[in-house]
DNA sequence: CGATATTGCTTGATCGTGCAATTTAGAATG
DNA sequence: CATTCTAAATTGCACGATCAAGCAATATCG
């Protein structure tokens, strides 16, 4: 896809596009957002996007990348100082329902994400990445305390339920706070453990 | 919102303009689903539209109007033979994943219409309506089996976890079937009892 | 001064919507 | 039963708005 003349494109425009494009997707949603929404929303004009991005669609897969990025990066700071393979599935749910991730905001542009996916070979290629990173994380954790099948099917189960708080979060309604997410979800581990005949190695 | 001239207004074409409208967002998302492709999709003029739903609005909201119905019939049926709280909840996770209803194409329509219900105040009110019918349903099976507060956390989490398979399924690399999703479920949910001190009535 | 960043406008296509015209079907009439 | 009539059903088009995109001109800054 090829940045023909670009060279150094100064960053700050960049992230001011996409943060306003979450901003859109906010408050009007995928199909109110445009290109001249998002410009005006950044303060820059239009054909800056393409630009940048070259299109709607780079702009739209640049989106969803920050938002890979910033989860990948509060996951690999909480799994720094995970010791053991439980204290790694709790990184990785606090990682997933930190304060600053688990948004309405950011769970309304997953969600658009989600639903967009299906329709877009880019964005396709990054959810895949994207759950198969999670699938992969979980499993590796889970192993170490069942077997490899178990592991499996819990991983199955731990990652649709992390997608269903997201999906719920994203209502305007929904009394999903992260701290009520995360209390449920490490119970939720725990008692998939412990019906594994795993064994908890230690009360936190 | 009134019809104000309709009178009886053949049903056959509204169903096929909806079921139009799902094949579009199966295919080609919300965003590229115009009026004019589902007119073309039901082999229906488009001014078509406006005399059956008012408008493109009105379009989607019959949609999911229509999606909620089927729902709620599948459950209705399997609820009907249900002998205790557990038949209970296996009726729901039945009706939730039957193979004609956990189908990719109708995943992807809930998941376009989560995306969408934030910004659609009409779609917000189905959505909501239909969130809080699934978890009364949950937690007055539950409440049977565990205290109150134990009863709708677990529903939290079941309801949760349902919409996550959802979201799954839409992808075009899922791996989730019907089965897998219902045995899964009914393990997790197995599991939640027993840990709130429950016990299972019946092994089934 | 020269290259890069940024703008603002144009273009062609497509959108949702409203409406006048036409077709259709069923009740009323002979 | 055949014919007429009328209102509902349906069409096709035209309208104004808006879209993504491309490009030539301008601004900015090292």
Chains 1, 2 share one sequence.
């Not at 909480?78 to 606090?94: C, H």
């Not at 649709?160 to 581990?189: E, F, M, N």
């Amino acid at each position: 896809m090829a940045d023909k003349v670009r060279r150094k494109a100064p960053e700050k425009r960049r992230l001011r596009l996409i943060e306003a494009t979450l901003t859109a997707f906010d408050s009007h949603g995928l199909a109110a957002t445009s290109v001249a929404r998002v410009a005006a929303l950044a303060r820059v004009s239009a054909g800056n996007v393409h630009h940048y991005f070259g299109g709607k669609d780079g702009l739209l897969e640049a989106a969803m990348l920050h938002l890979m990025g910033e989860l990948h990066a509060a996951s690999l700071d909480l799994l720094a100082s995970a010791k053991g393979p439980l204290d790694r599935l709790d990184a990785f749910v606090e990682a997933n329902f930190a304060d600053a991730i688990f948004t309405r905001a950011i769970c309304r542009a997953w969600l658009h994400f989600w639903a967009e996916a299906p329709h877009a070979p880019e964005l396709a290629r990054l959810e895949r990445l994207n759950r198969q990173r999670n699938r992969s994380n979980l499993t590796a954790a889970l192993r170490q305390l069942m077997p490899l099948e178990a592991a499996r099917d819990l991983a199955e189960e731990i990652a649709a339920t992390v997608d269903g708080y997201w999906a719920q979060r994203a209502q305007a309604t929904s009394t999903v706070t992260p701290a009520k997410a995360r209390l449920l979800l490490k119970a939720q581990i725990r008692r998939g453990i412990l019906a594994a005949g795993g064994t908890l190695p230690s009360t936190r």
